[in-house]
């Protein structure tokens, strides 16, 4: 069969939709619109689970190895393969503290969805200075992971954010209650009566409340300074955080002596609140798509109506019921083509007006997935829209058209 | 005959609906190549039926079409519009011009339709028919700015782009006024003449019907009778259709 020359059937549906200008452009207004809106709900949306997710757990880890709030199983004499992958050596201690951590940071590392893992010592202390006492939690890191999983370096906003002994790195809460500079000497006590005289490497802002309360310092001085024997936990940030329950569920199946924990278990709400808020958003986008493709429908179905008479007379002269059919479907393309790329830039000044014009404290989402599923959804919704006139147009005979005149 | 670019064998034509309508019954005609037949009879004899059945528009509902020696037989829609798209061409009362399109481009859509020769021959053949009928100047405006005249030289430039073997025409100068019907069907008759393009016209006037070289008559969808002008000549075929009215013999 001869291969169509399917030029024809673009010009003849561009030149059907230029003749009726006026319904063609409220139709194209009509997309361009339903597609601003799904950009622009989209990527605020998006934008603001980006920026609420960042601030819960950006300088947070993901997920932790913990150690197991039950007797290990080889206490109870119940030794299996999953229990013997640990280090192998069965203590009771490990109810509060993780002894064999150093294979669990090894397997984490290795593991490519894992972007960084350290272990972490943490302690309660109380800081003296003049007449006032405060309580900290101090977290003793080992560093580069450790440091940057709470992203302190990146957050100093004074000195030098090393790890050495007898060198505090202070959230900006503490620093500013206690008004403690860098080079600043303080006593740190632990609740057995211990002293520990530190001087303020750096000073971090975290943002957070709970990350300005901090006060971290080597992982050695705090297992010495509270007496832990082994490490309170294993900490990991992942490539995709989503993914941090299951890498958590995987692990944690391999391991009988301690507990994995993800982000998503610890903030159950936030999730929640992300979760519905997905879920409008995708409602609001399915029933623009409705009235996006109901739009199309209707005035390419009134369209192929108007244009028997031409379909009618093109069939007499050689086209084929396919490429009839084919003039609607690009006529459909052509539409949503041209209204999407409309509606993202009506989307983006939408965006822009708004962070502009609220000053929100979070950006648009401008992703390829932001941009191109509004586009797809729209061509998509068109090309399904056309299909009823497309029907109506292969079905067409052209006799019935000549006949009646 | 000897040379037919067209035969029909017992052709029938029923429309089918709440109430049948038979329209035409076993017609065998022959279609002379190169010449011009003309189908007449009165209103509701069939003509157009016939002619639409003998382009391949309206599938017969019994009966045989043999069309430049290939039978057509149950073939499938498209492959129909393809063979007509490469073999024949139409006229119609009303010009059916696509007002989306120039009158050029009007032309040439037969052209795009059927594909193959190249923009530049393509557009050269319809500029180079389309001066040759008289419409050269108009190729860039829009049809509805032409007259009626006008508009039906461009259907007629239409019809031939694509150099078919036949051109089917229904009433061609219908809806014209007298003197731009002469003037079309003159030309048409010119066209004819010279590239050897087989012509089949329906029309109900008697004169137009008088410059063809076959004429075959119509009533009730039966051919009553055939006129072979080029032997009986003009006169005396015109004594006949004017004198005596033709029935047909149940």
Known sequence: MKKPANR???????????????????????????????????????????????NTIGSAPHLLVLPADRLPAGAAGVLDDAARRDSGRVLIDELTEIQSWQTYVDDLRRDRRVLRAAPVANGQGFIERGGAVIAVTVKGLVAPDGLDIYRIRAKTVAGAPELASDTALLGQRIA????????????????????????????????????????????????????????????????????????????????????????????????????????????????????????????????????????????????????????FVIQGLLLGGVGSLLGLGLGLLMGWGFVAGTGAAFGLEVSARTLLTPIVLALAAAVIASTIPARKAAALSPIEVIRNG | MADAVLRTRALSKTYFGKVDTPVLHDVS???ARGGFTALIGPSGSGKSTLLNCLGLLDPPTAGEIEFDGRTIRERNVNELAAFRNGNVGFIFQFHYLLPEFSALENVLLPCWIGGGRPAAERRREALRIMERIGVGAFRDKAVYELSGGQQQRVAIARALVNRPKVIFADEPTGNLDRESGQAVLGLMAELNRESNITLVMVTHDREVALQADHIYELVDGRICRYFDVGRSGREAAAREIEERSCTIKQ
Do not use: C, H
């Not at chain 1, 024809?8 to 601003?36: D, K, P, S």
């Not at chain 1, 610890?266 to 409602?283: A, F």
């Open chain 1, 8 to 54: 024809y059937e673009w010009m003849i549906a561009l030149r059907f939709l230029l003749r009726g200008r006026g319904q063609t452009l409220l139709i194209v207004l009509g997309v361009a619109v339903g597609v601003a809106v799904q950009f622009f709900l989209s990527a605020l949306i998006s934008g603001l689970q980006v920026s609420l997710i960042d």
């Open chain 1, 176 to 327: 500013e209650r206690l008004t403690l500079a860098v080079g600043d000497k303080f006593v740190l006590r632990n609740d057995r009566g211990g002293r520990l005289v530190l001087r303020v490497g750096a000073v971090f802002d975290l943002g957070a409340a709970a990350g300005n309360d901090l006060l971290a310092v080597p992982m050695d001085q705090v297992r010495s300074f509270f007496a832990i024997g082994g490490v309170s936990a294993v900490e990991a940030q992942v490539r995709d955080v989503f993914a941090a329950e299951d890498i958590a569920r995987g692990f944690g199946r391999q391991y009988a002596r301690v507990k994995l924990e993800s982000w998503q278990e610890r903030n159950r709400q936030l999730l929640t609140g992300l979760r519905s808020q997905s879920t409008s958003s995708v409602t609001i986008q399915f029933f623009v798509i409705v009235s996006i493709s109901l739009a199309i429908a209707s005035v390419l179905g009134i369209a192929a109506v108007q244009k028997q008479r031409q379909l009618g007379i093109l069939k007499a002269m050689g086209t084929t019921d396919r490429s009839a059919s084919r003039i």
């Open chain 2, 29 to 31: 005609i022959e279609i």
